[in-house]
């Protein structure tokens, strides 16, 4: 076993402050702008949760693709465990942690599919082989062998030479209302900060809470 008994006394992650309550994630937006213009590995990575069938939670990493009002966004295999999950209860959580930033935030909310031409404009942003990854992936299913993927990528690479990749129809995005979102902020003598916003209707609350 490692010697996890050493915490990190943290620094300073900043004070928290929200300047427009109408604009839930706009600070989510400049921490993670913040993280890309510090050179930070991944700076959009961040863990899904979702609930599978027996009620359990279960969670990945995805990329942070978009984030527009009160709604962020993910692209993904349509027909992956995930995407399964949320067909089944599209209640989802998601954490984001910057280690150099002493910084986390965590979001509650409802997943739905993204209109098929945002998903359209994405494929076509990424490279060639990703988006030939997209066809050759069956993600979340069972492979016989490490060699099935290779040759599937090889097939399709074969079979779109010369051609446009166009966007698999099992390839697609999740748009997440957000209904609650923390900020979390490691703060000098463990006197950190913690601001939550969570939706009632129309408007949104904000309190304090313990670290
Ligand atoms: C940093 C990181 C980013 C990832 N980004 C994505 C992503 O944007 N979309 C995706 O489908 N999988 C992504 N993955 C892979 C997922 O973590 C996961 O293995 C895959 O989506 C299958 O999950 P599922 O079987 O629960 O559906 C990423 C993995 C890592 C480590």
Known sequence: ??????????????EIKIDDLGKPLSLLDSWISEAKERGLVEPNAMSISTVSPSGSPRSRMVLLKMVEGDEIGFFTNLESDKSLEIAGCDSVAVTMWWPEMERQVRMEGNAYHMERSQVEDYHHSRSRKSRIGAWASSQSREMDSKDDLRKRFEEFESRF??????????WGGFRITVN????????????HERIVLERHGEEWSQRRLYP
Do not use: A, Q, T
């Open 161 to 170: 030479e010369g051609d446009e990749v166009p966007l698999p129809p099992h």
């Open 180 to 191: 609650r979102i923390e900020y979390w902020s490691g703060r000098p003598s463990r006197l």
């Open 1 to 14: 076993m490692g010697d996890y008994s050493k915490g990190v006394d943290y620094r300073d992650g900043g």
